[in-house]
């Protein structure tokens, strides 16, 4: 089970941080990843990093503002956003999976979902 918190609104420029805790065992080859679903559109990808190594990769829109993270200890992800934008609003989904991959089939365990709102 993932259960996601840390999510709210915030003005454009402004900063929030999303924590996914994973309840159950994580084997180190997992692959944990964030994905996002705005209003009327598809659920789109936005980081991942390996359980066991610290190996992340990043949509081209969210590079250099997201930060993607983990607590072994704590079995927790987070996710890092700086300098938000109008356009980040969405429901923010954590993912467990076990491929270094960034589409939405290479993952079967998912959040409920947390709504971030950036008003510009």
């Known amino acids: 089970q993932l259960v996601e918190y840390g999510g709210g609104s915030v003005q454009a420029g402004g900063s929030l941080r999303l924590s996914c805790v994973a309840s159950?065992?994580?084997?180190?080859?997992?692959?944990m990843a964030w994905f996002r679903q705005a209003l009327g559109k598809e659920r789109e990808f936005v980081a991942l990093t390996r359980w066991s190594r610290t190996s992340t990769l990043y949509a081209e829109s969210v590079k250099g503002r997201f930060s993607i993270s983990r607590d072994n200890a704590a079995n927790t992800v987070f996710l890092q956003m700086n300098d938000l934008k109008a356009e980040d609003s969405a429901v923010y989904y954590c993912a467990k999976g076990s491929q270094y991959a960034t589409d939405r089939s290479s993952y079967n365990f998912w959040g409920q979902g947390t709504q971030v709102t950036v008003a510009s």
């Open positions: 159950g065992r994580i084997f180190s080859s997992s692959v």
